[in-house]
C-alpha cells in the first residue's frame, strides 16, 4: 500500500514550459517532504525538501508548494531545460526520522 | 564528496543461489539502507542499519537478510534467489541527527535472477 501516490506518472515538457509533479499523502505524522532526482544510470540525489510549517519553498528553477490542509504537495520546475530530463521522487519522513517513503516516481522528459 | 560505492553494477544469477549484494560509504554516516527499485512502484525500503549490528525490516523484507558488521559496509543477502527478485537494488546512507532525510546513494545494482 502506497503511503505517498504521486503523478504523473510521466511528463513531456518542451523546452521553457514549466512541468508540475504532484503527491499526496494519508499520514498526518509525516513532517518532512523532499524531493528527489535521479539520472540514467545514477542513484537518486536530494534536490529540494519542505518541512510543513512553510507553504511554499524555492531553490533556483525548482520551486515545492504545500497543502498541508489538503494533505498533498508538488514540484514546479520553472523554464524546463533538457537537462532536467530525469526521474523524480517525492518523499516523507515522520517523527523527523531518517526512514523515508517515496512515490512512485514521474519520468519527466523536457524536449528541445 | 559523499561516497556510496556498491559492488556490482549488473548481476545475472540462477534461481536459489545465494547472493551478496554489497555496499561501502566513505561519510561516517550512521544510518545504511537497502531500496529496490521497480517502475511504477518508486524505491521499497527493504532493510535499514542505524548502527553497526542493527537493523530493522523495512516495507518489503520478505525473502531478504541483511549484514552490518563494520559501520561503512552494509551487506543486502538473497538466501535463495527467485525471478521475482529480479530488480535494481539501490543502497543509500545518512546521518542519524544531521539532515538524517538527506540520503546518499549509490549507483544500483541491476539484478537478474533467471
Known amino acids: 500500500q502506497q503511503q505517498v501516490k504521486q503523478s504523473p506518472q510521466s511528463l513531456i515538457v518542451q523546452k521553457g514550459g514549466i512541468s508540475i509533479i504532484n503527491c499526496a499523502y494519508e499520514n498526518t505524522a509525516f513532517d518532512y517532504f523532499p524531493w528527489y532526482q535521479q539520472f540514467p544510470g545514477k542513484g537518486p540525489a536530494l534536490l529540494i525538501a519542505i518541512r510543513p510549517d512553510v507553504s511554499e519553498k524555492k531553490e533556483g528553477r525548482f520551486t515545492i508548494s504545500f497543502n498541508k490542509s489538503a494533505k498533498q504537495f508538488s514540484l514546479h520546475i520553472m523554464d524546463s531545460q533538457p537537462g532536467d530530463s530525469a526521474t523524480y521522487f517525492c518523499a516523507a519522513s515522520k517523527d523527523s526520522g531518517s526512514r523515508l517513503t517515496f512515490g512512485e516516481g514521474t519520468q519527466l522528459t523536457v524536449n528541445p | 564528496d559523499v561516497k556510496v560505492t556498491q559492488s556490482s553494477r549488473y548481476l545475472v544469477k540462477r534461481t536459489g543461489e545465494k547472493v551478496f549484494l554489497e555496499c561501502v560509504q566513505d561519510m561516517d554516516h550512521e544510518n545504511m539502507f537497502w531500496y529496490r527499485q521497480d517502475p511504477g512502484l518508486g524505491l521499497r525500503l527493504i532493510y535499514f542499519?542505524?548502527?553497526?549490528?542493527?537493523?530493522e525490516k523495512g516495507d518489503i523484507p520478505e525473502g531478504y537478510s541483511v549484514s552490518r558488521e563494520k559501520k561503512e559496509r552494509f551487506s543486502l543477502i538473497l538466501e535463495s534467489a527467485s525471478t521475482n527478485q529480479t530488480s535494481m537494488y539501490l543502497c543509500?546512507?545518512?546521518?542519524?541527527?544531521?539532515?538524517?532525510?538527506?540520503?546518499?546513494f549509490g549507483p544500483g545494482t541491476r539484478l537478474t535472477v533467471t
Open positions: 543509500a546512507s545518512s546521518f542519524l541527527d544531521r539532515d538524517p532525510y538527506e540520503q546518499y
Open positions: 542499519s542505524y548502527d553497526v549490528k542493527m537493523k
